[in-house]
């Protein structure tokens, strides 16, 4: 590998370390805004985004253990942004979803972040972010992840 190349990589690396930062502090604000922690936002937004769940497939979105994934439901339940129903067909399987209050709350924290990301795109000109959306899908084809497909623009999600 040529002395450039690992110069790239590590600028590369710094510049995605400071994005992510940046990124965390948008999250941060969210959460202190709301005063919410984070994993309450992601689980209530999964479930705005994909209907009922499972603790196991809550824990497993948001990283965390079912005990964990539990406690994060009971404190959304406690707020009313979700409620637990039986599986219907399996007793022992509970399920969960989003209320009316719930999804009202997503949308504030959706609306709320794609403010704080409007703001970062409209500092580049439309050729810039052309050119950053294309380098971004081009890289994120390149990096192997099990048979998932690249989302591109335009794609429903």
Do not use: C
Request: glycine share 8%; no cysteine; net charge negative.
């Amino acid at each position: 590998m040529s002395v450039g190349l690992r110069e790239n990589i590590a600028h590369w690396r710094e510049l995605l370390r400071e994005i992510a930062r940046r990124l965390n502090e948008i999250g941060g604000e969210v959460s202190a805004e709301l005063d919410m922690p984070d994993s309450q936002i992601q689980t209530l937004m999964y479930l705005m985004d994909n209907g009922e769940a499972t603790m196991g497939v809550l824990g497993d979105h948001t990283g965390v253990s079912v005990s964990r994934a539990t406690s994060i439901v009971d404190a959304l339940t406690k707020r009313g942004f979700v409620v637990r129903d039986r599986d219907t067909s399996d007793r022992r399987v509970v399920n969960v979803r989003i209320t009316a209050a719930g999804e009202e709350q997503a949308r504030g924290v959706r609306s709320f972040i794609e403010q704080r990301l409007i703001a970062l795109l409209e500092a580049l000109d439309d050729a810039d972010r052309e050119k950053l959306f294309e380098l971004m899908e081009k890289m994120a084809g390149k990096i192997p992840v099990g048979d998932k497909p690249v989302p591109h623009r335009g794609s429903s999600k």
